[in-house]
């Protein structure tokens, strides 16, 4: 285990990709209940929004349909296992301090001296994740960097709308 938290960590540093992970249901399903249990633990520690739990199974689930869908519309559904595990996988790694700095970000008052340097902080880390995916995505779809920026972004549009229309909107995650 502590081998594939390694291996997540150099996929979120860019420094491997999905191609090094292996093809395997079992593997994809390992680091979807893990995915999971960090975020159940970090949210039950530090919670973001009233419901949270519910929106989290609605945002796997999201991008488990939305990986399937895109790497068949590029042709390559054969990678959907590796490519799917990876988003999960580094997004697992980089789980723990994402939420504890949005939470900060949530808590801290307008005027305080840590505002500003905190919300940097939350937007370097949200930079990071979303370089993660890109590099992700471009070694599975094998498209520019642009392209894969545009369909990151598309991806958070699209799950937000996705959590704007299944839940009160006072209550969903930014």
Known sequence: MRELLRLF????????????????????????????????????????VDSWRSQLFVEVAFT??????????????????????????????LAPPLIAIMSIVRRLPEDSGWAMPVALLAIALLIWTVRAGTYVLKAALELPIVACVALIFAEILASQLVLLLTFDPTTTAG
């Open 64 to 93: 488990l349909v939305w990986y399937a869908i895109l790497l068949r519309a590029f042709g390559k559904p054969e990678r959907y296992l590796q490519t799917t595990t990876a988003m999960f996988g580094y997004q697992l790694v």
């Open 9 to 48: 960590g150099q996929i979120a540093l860019s420094r491997r990709g999905p191609q090094d992970l292996p093809a395997s249901p079992l593997l994809l399903a390992v680091t979807v209940v893990c995915y999971i249990a960090v975020y159940f633990g970090m949210g039950t520690l530090l919670p973001p």
